[in-house]
């Protein structure tokens, strides 16, 4: 989907200014805004929330643990708003995997959600019998409020004849596609991005691309992004020419024939500056520029924002802001578009309490350069979570953002069992 | 030093030397293969820990490297490997003829036996073992207990297993899950393997403990052995044992009180006992578990046991937190029982405070090092994590196995990173020195010198990048030629599990360090390993590298190398 448009400058201009401010980007203290923990999990029931969370349209949050459950390899569940007079804050398990037969557990990423209020996502371990190499399910709600929800498999990785193996990346639904990637397993064991266009007989699989030919990008990191001509792009943490990963785009064949492969940026060239190790989701503005997040690199080697711009055959770079152990650092998840053109985002460490951030990045009044940070919420750890490691969701009504921390919280885990929080912008 | 007061039955009792057995060690030790064959039946190496294969004639440091070495295939298997895979060349496999096979063991309770040498003509495994019947039997969820999540998300085999070529079999100890109706167990089970079938050896398995809920097994004494909680870390150790055929099964524990069993390897009958901490709760950290990344349980080559606790109170009479102890397998003759004695031990002076700040000297396995000569001819190495508000010097410590010294009574100290270890150091006598090659966290790989003076105070070499989660180096060598020192990277951050990012597979030149290869240099990914887990160690032998992960068992070795 296309967003409101962030300032788009002269690329000189805006070079120029990259440059002459260096790491010096702005990072400005929390403005007033209220951050509260919506559910704190606990080791006996289910925990560490490792991806995102999804809301239906009566806004329920939905997500996935990576621990705990009835045979303690993860859940997905859901979490409801508070109930009128109260300001707690409901959470159920849908569904409890399992480590055995071929349904596939530990998820691994975060849900999609499609219109019905059918859930999708990859679990990272079990499927099939031989590869055990993750599982594309779809877990259907029940006709009665109450009942069980069902799961189905849509697809168990082979990595065989070119299929994939680990999927680490939520599902993205188009119309009746749903476009994937996998982190290993393809023609160069690199990963792959495939398609599945779900039918009455259970759908069709494809691979559309193999990641790690010759200088090609490898291991596919955040879920694939569409554009109207139905090109995917996303990022790989790993290949490239300086095999720090890169930004890829994936075209479709004009009639038949394989999908082409197009690397944008190759990551890690020079001094780093431009980052490396890029992680998580892209996102579009209106004008076809992309923005994500590289999870090292930049002028303190912890990260940055960027922007890629197209220009005649070719795509330029633009760092626009550079995280740091004081702004947070190491994002390991993709941003979010505000409406007004600022972006939201994670770091997985950082910020006073080195713990992880909730940052906001503001884009420049005029002209180019870096983009001004403000800090949302600087995790403590024990009372509110600790390492965030994936991307805010922000309700289009009320522009809250919710969001989850993988550690902290309390709740008996190692590490303590990660939570939900809520913030009020 | 006064008896164990439980496990020890008679101070009277005549201690009964255990002998290494033959075909486990490596110095001072002969092996029953022909050197150009060997085999790895143990955790790194031998019951000492040197991590050292010095039959290798295939690698050197001229062919290793990217342009001739890099991954071979792999095995996709069910669950993580934490254990180091085994190898025994030339086996007798049955209707599948000889092969060169691999031992695999999961998390998920599965032992794969794998063609060692191509996955193409051998796709499929040789024989494999499921220890679990879903839903009843499963592997132990981590999450069973308090902060065990460390292992994530089964547990069900962790301790590397060992093999006994004299009879053909590998011992596991498995950890399942078992419900029937509405009553949940928890069970550790011993399994005698024969190694050219799977299926289990007469008398196998042996109930180690089978109890509902928090309940536990006493085996005779005060302290409980609660398998709910109880995670079987170290590898195996097989030593050897007059009165006993086949030798002496050694398994340590952590998960609070930190146990010590041994078992009759030929009956599976338990033998004797040995727990670190009376478990009475106190101000402070930990009961003595036994984990040492998997390799806190040694034995040297006259037959004494040396094990390293993790923290916990230590009082020198029942509670061994933070501690070295020599333990000797002593036969009771009027009674014909065996006790686990304390002969001697080690604890750092800083004890009280390691307990404090749940600061294990036992994250680290000791290295039991080769006689050296001089006055203290017999060394342990010694790491463990280390704090500057406990030591401003954090420190290995380096203890003569002679006379270990008690409290503070390390020969001497050498220089470690200000975190310390939670790893397990290799040795190998090159032309030229010895090297004891060291894995701290966020540190280079360093090595130290050892000679009849004792061990260099300092490092004098180190690699040219760290590891952020430390390291258990092997070595590859012919002889004292050729020497080449393997180690894991595992990049996750350490909180994030099990982690996603490929466990990265170095190898340096045993005499200078320099990198010879690493698995991110050949281009377009075609050497990257699986996911990673913690505190694996590399099996190197017969010309190629076995490397466990989360999802797949990874082999390198000289190339063709298929993209």
Redesign the interface.
């Known amino acids: 989907m296309l967003r409101s448009v962030p300032n788009l400058s002269q690329a000189f201009a805006r070079l120029t200014l990259v440059f002459l401010l260096g790491v010096f980007a702005l990072s400005l203290p929390a403005t007033a805004q209220t951050e509260s923990t919506i559910y704190s999990f606990t080791q006996h029931e289910s925990f560490w929330p490792e991806g995102g969370l999804v809301e239906d349209a009566g806004g329920n949050l939905y997500g996935t643990t990576v621990g705990g459950g009835t045979y303690g390899t993860g859940t997905v569940y859901e979490l409801s708003p508070p109930a009128k007079g109260s300001t707690t804050w409901k959470q159920t398990v849908l569904y409890n995997f399992q480590p055995w037969g071929t349904t596939g557990y530990t998820p691994s990423s975060e849900l999609a959600i499609d219109t019905k209020g059918d859930l999708f996502g990859v679990t990272w371990a079990g499927g099939d019998a031989r590869c055990h190499c993750g599982v594309l399910y779809e877990l259907v709600p029940p006709a009665k409020a109450g009942a069980a929800w069902t799961h189905l498999v849509l697809h168990a990785f082979t990595n065989t004849a070119n299929d994939g193996r680990l999927p680490n990346a939520p599902p993205v639904l188009s119309s009746s596609t749903i476009y994937g990637v996998t982190q290993q397993g393809g023609q160069y064991d690199s990963g792959i991005v495939y398609k599945f266009v779900p039918g009455k007989s259970g759908g069709t699989y494809s691979v559309l691309y193999s990641f790690g030919g010759n200088g090609d990008a490898n291991w596919p990191n955040g879920p694939v992004l569409l554009d109207s001509s139905g090109s995917l792009y996303g990022v790989t943490s790993l290949g490239g020419a300086f095999n720090s990963g890169a930004v890829y785009k994936l075209s479709p064949p004009q009639s038949s024939g394989p999908w082409t492969e197009f690397v944008l940026f190759p990551f890690g060239g020079g001094s780093q500056s431009s980052g490396i190790t890029p992680v998580g989701n892209l996102l579009f503005d209106s004008l076809g520029n992309l923005y994500g997040v590289a999870e090292s690199g930049g002028a303190s080697q912890l990260g940055v924002a960027y922007e890629l711009s197209p220009t005649t055959g070719s795509w330029t770079q633009y760092v626009l802001f550079n995280f740091s152990k004081t702004a947070g650092s190491a994002p390991l998840a993709g941003m979010t578009w505000n409406p007004n053109g600022s972006l939201y985002g994670t770091t997985s460490a950082g910020g006073s309490h080195t713990h992880g951030t909730v940052f906001q990045l503001t884009p420049p009044t005029s002209g180019g350069g870096l983009w001004t940070e403000t800090l949302l919420q600087q995790f403590t750890y024990a009372n509110n979570g600790g390492l965030p490691s994936a991307r805010v969701l922000r309700d289009a009504t009320t522009g809250y953002l919710y969001g989850t921390t993988y550690n902290g919280g309390g709740g008996g885990c190692d590490g303590d069992c990660g939570v939900d929080y809520q913030i009020i912008p | 030093m006064g008896p164990h007061p439980i496990q020890e039955l008679s101070m009277r009792s005549p201690r009964i030397p255990i002998m290494v057995l033959l075909f486990l060690g490596s110095f001072g030790v002969v092996s029953p293969l022909p050197a150009q064959t060997p085999s790895v039946l143990t955790r790194q190496n031998d019951n000492q820990h040197t991590g050292q294969n010095l039959h290798e004639t295939i690698l050197t440091p001229t062919n290793v490297n990217s342009g001739s070495f890099g991954k071979v295939f ?1 095995y ?4 993580q490997i934490w254990t180091q895979p085994l190898y025994v060349p030339n086996l007798n496999v049955g209707t599948k003829g000889n092969h060169n096979v691999i031992y695999v063991a999961t998390e ?1 309770a599965k032992v794969y036996a794998l063609d060692a040498d191509s996955a193409k003509k051998n796709p499929n495994p040789l024989w494999f073992t499921d220890f ?1 019947n ?2 009843n039997v ?7 207990g ?5 292992l ?3 547990v069900g085999i962790t301790q590397t297993p060992v093999i006994n070529l004299a009879n053909n079999t590998m011992y596991v100890v498995v950890r399942t899950q078992e419900t029937a109706g509405t009553v949940v167990s928890y069970v550790e089970r011993l399994h005698a393997l024969d190694i050219t079938t799977g299926f289990e050896q007469p008398g196998s398995p042996a109930v180690i403990c089978s109890a509902v809920d928090d309940d536990g097994c006493s085996f005779g004494g005060p302290v409980t052995f609660v398998p709910k909680v109880k995670q079987g870390r170290p590898g195996l150790l097989l030593v050897s044992e007059p009165g006993f055929s086949q030798g002496v099964l050694i398994m340590g524990f952590a998960g609070a009180t930190g146990w010590l069993l041994a078992y009759d390897a030929s009956t599976l009958q338990l033998v004797a006992t040995f727990y670190a901490s009376d478990g009475i709760t106190r101000s402070g950290h930990g009961y003595g578990g036994i984990w040492g990344a998997g390799g806190a349980v040694t034995a040297d080559s006259a037959g004494n046991l040396y094990v390293v606790t993790g923290d916990g109170y230590y009082d020198g009479v029942i509670n061994w937190g933070d501690s070295l102890i020599k333990l000797v397998l002593t036969l009771n003759s009027a009674t014909g029982t065996y006790s686990l004695v304390p002969a001697d031990y080690f604890t750092p002076s800083d004890e009280a405070c390691r307990f404090t700040n749940g600061l294990d000297l036992g994250s680290a396995g000791p290295l039991i090092l080769p006689a050296q000569g001089g006055a203290a001819p017999d060394l342990i190495f010694q790491g463990g994590k280390a704090l500057s508000l406990c030591d401003p010097t954090p420190s290995i410590y380096i203890v003569n196995r002679d006379n270990m010294g008690h409290v503070g009574g390390q020969v001497s100290l050498s220089g470690t990173a200000s975190a310390g270890s939670e790893s397990s150091p290799a040795y190998w006598a090159s032309a030229t020195a010895n090297y004891i090659y060291n894995g701290a966290d966020s540190d280079p790989i360093r090595a130290y010198t050892v000679s009849s003076s004792g061990v260099s105070a300092a490092s004098v070499l180190q690699t040219g990048n760290t590891f952020l989660n430390g390291s258990s180096p092997a070595v590859s060598a012919n002889g004292n030629s050729n020497g080449i020192v393997w180690a894991l990277d595992r990049i996750d ?1 350490s ?4 982690g ?1 990012q ?1 466990i990265v597979l170095h190898a340096y030149n045993g005499t200078n360090l320099t990198e010879l290869y690493n698995t ?1 240099q050949a ?4 050497d ?1 390993a ?2 990673s887990v913690k505190f694996q160690v590399p099996t190197v032998v017969n010309g190629k590298v076995y490397v466990g992960t ?2 797949e068992l990874d082999v390198y070795g000289l190339c063709p190398c298929p ?1």
């Open positions: 792999s996709p298997v069910d669950g998920n679990l879903p839903p499963l592997a132990v969820p981590c999450d069973i308090a902060g065990l999540c460390q994530f998300p089964l951050n909180d994030i599990l099990p996603v490929p991110t281009a377009s990914g075609r990257t699986g996911p989360q999802s993209q």
